[in-house]
């Protein structure tokens, strides 16, 4: 009894010192981020959650210094927000702390669900506004990043981190004279803030004032050399038109308004820019992608902005397929600046696409140089030099790891194999593991000296203990997921490979799946699952059968520009298209948008107000954009009667001449 009731007053003075505990972290976590180190303030935060794992600021804070560039933390941080979420379903913060993981994952879709989630919950705190800013430009939305981190400034306007999250969404934008000024306003609240996050922003909002300083001047030849200031004016208040178009999402409107624009600013760089996602976003892809440069030569060559636009250009070459085109623009985007990541992650990707390894690990030495903790420029640097390496340099690096016989003169299929997994294990953090296994153990490591310093290898005996101690955790994970001893055995990955050989270590498949996972995610299947279709695959796959449904039902397919044309001729609205007696039909292809019209006036899809639209349409399509319809109409005598659009004040006129007629629709 008095054993027991020592072990109950010990776990109450834990319990009781638990809150103190994480009160002293999360200072430690913020003089370590004071000092420049987000990994190890991050470390520190997350120790003190093992002791406190409820204790909410010391997990948002923890979601705040996950730095952007660290998988392993990223997992950390998952499964602490996974466990969050198992005891409070309605927990913002746990679905905050998915969406930075996720987005430092590289999964930027999930992480947006779970940013959008946690401001369901919470729609006041300006932590979910900050991570749903940066998760959206982390998407490549610089336009909801920078609109979502201003309503993060309006929610807490006295914070400098505020200010300081969207003056770099506006630097990463090319808007460096709005940056300047937002980096002016994080450094005045920070001047009257004496807390150690308070310097941490002080000298991040330094260093971006300077990088923007030079900046905020634009180019001469944004509007004629001799331009009138009646001229500016209107050339002011025509953009300001396009932009207000824009964001209501009325892209032909838009479009229309920015080329009338062009008549007065031909050299804006600013309205070149804004004019390219535009065309895209139309379909009009390759008139978009020379925007993108027009717009970039429009500014000084050495510029952040202008590799910012290079890497617009860059990727929509690559949905265009032209990987030529894509490399030219990514070396003209590292030349513009140097430091850029988003550049420099670009081209080695660019070249790997071409097969140029040897380019692509130079790119990623680049990279490391500015960022020498980004851990997966590492390892996917030390991928490519693996898998550059000759059949007898394997052999050798083999034996020098004392993972062959040291007589052996030829590499077989299963020496490839070995070395491919020894050393995707060792880029996984497998000599830390081991360490942390075995302390004591001898034999499991061997030194190498490099130009770039000393590294610690695995010898052959070190993987096969890898390999051991991670089947036998990844056994008590299983576990831990209510999965019965017989059926673990018999699990496969997604693709149908099986985790475990017969002899129950895991199998290459069970090792990239166990250093992945994640507690509460199911990524295997069980023995009785069948192997789905890839996500993609199945999406495509109910898609066309909605598609051929509709076309048996007398429907026609049109193109997203078409739509969006019909919308802008018509004055109609998407609810108007989409509900009766309209019934249009938009089927999610993926992440594409197939848009379906009634095409037949005697199928079981017309209705008499449907029945005029396909006329629309093929117009269109013989390049007579005409629009039906307009606010007024004079005769040669004077004014006519009025004659109407399709849709008028939200409703669909029924064509009553000389009259407004019956409204129809919803």
Known sequence: MRTGGTLACAAALLLAAAPAFAAGELQLAREAAALGSEARAFDLAA????????????????????????????????????????????????????????????????????????LELEPTAYPVYRELGLTYASAGNP??????????????????????????????????????????????????????????????????????????????????????????????????????????????????????????????????AERAPLLVRLGRYEEGVKEYERAAGLLPAKSQAAALLRVKAAETWQKLGRQDDALAQYRLARAASPQDMNALKGLAAALEARSDFSGAVEVYGEILKLEPGNAQARARREELRASALSDPQILE????????????????????????????????????????????????????TTPEGIKILL??????????????????????????????????????????????????????????SVPGKKTWLMPYDQVPDSAQAKASKEAQAKVDDALRQGYQEISEPEYLWLLTATSCTDDIMMNDPVNMKMVLDGANRRYLMCFSDRAPCATKPNIVLPSYIVGYRENKHFVPGSSSHSGFFGSGPKKYRYCENGKIWDGTPGGAGAKIGP
């Open 47 to 118: 120790d003190g959650l093992k002791q406190a794992p409820a204790d909410r600021d010391l997990f948002l804070y923890a979601v705040e210094l996950l730095p952007e560039n660290s998988t392993a933390r990223a997992k950390t941080l998952s499964a602490a927000a996974a466990a969050r979420l198992a005891k409070d379903g309605a927990d913002y913060p746990a679905y905050l702390g998915l969406c930075k993981a996720l987005r430092v994952l590289s999964k930027a879709s999930e992480a947006l669900a779970n940013c959008k989630k946690a």
């Open 143 to 272: 336009r909801k990043a920078t609109e979502t981190l201003s309503q993060g400034v309006e929610i807490s306007s006295t914070s400098c981190q505020a200010h300081y999250h969207l003056a770099r969404a506006l630097e990463k934008r090319g808007d460096a004279a709005r940056a300047a000024a937002s980096y002016k306003q994080a450094l005045a609240c920070a001047g009257t803030d004496t807390s150690p996050d308070a310097g941490y922003y002080r000298a991040l909002s330094r260093s971006g004032l300077k990088r923007t300083a030079a900046a905020k001047e634009r180019p001469a030849g944004r509007l004629p050399a001799q331009a009138s200031p009646a001229r500016k004016q209107l050339a002011a208040a025509c953009a300001a038109k396009f932009r207000e178009e824009f964001l209501k999402d009325n892209l032909g409107m838009a479009l229309q308004q920015s080329d009338a624009c062009l008549k007065y600013s031909p050299s804006d760089p600013d309205l070149a």
């Open 459 to 516: 010898t052959g005996a070190g993987y096969k203990a890898y390999v051991f101690h991670a089947s036998r955790d990844a056994v008590k994970f299983f576990e831990s997921e209510k999965i019965g001893m017989r059926e673990i055995f018999q699990l496969r990955s997604e693709t149908g490979a099986p985790l475990f050989d017969k002899s129950g270590r895991l199998t290459q498949e069970g090792e990239e799946l166990w250093r992945g």
């Open 397 to 448: 690096e083999l034996k020098f790891r004392e993972a062959l016989e040291k007589n052996k003169t030829a590499l077989q299929p299963d020496d490839i194999k070995l070395f491919r997994r020894l050393k995707a294990a060792e880029l996984s953090g497998a000599v830390d593991y081991l360490k942390a296994r075995l302390p004591a153990g001898r034999g499991l490591t061997i030194r190498r």
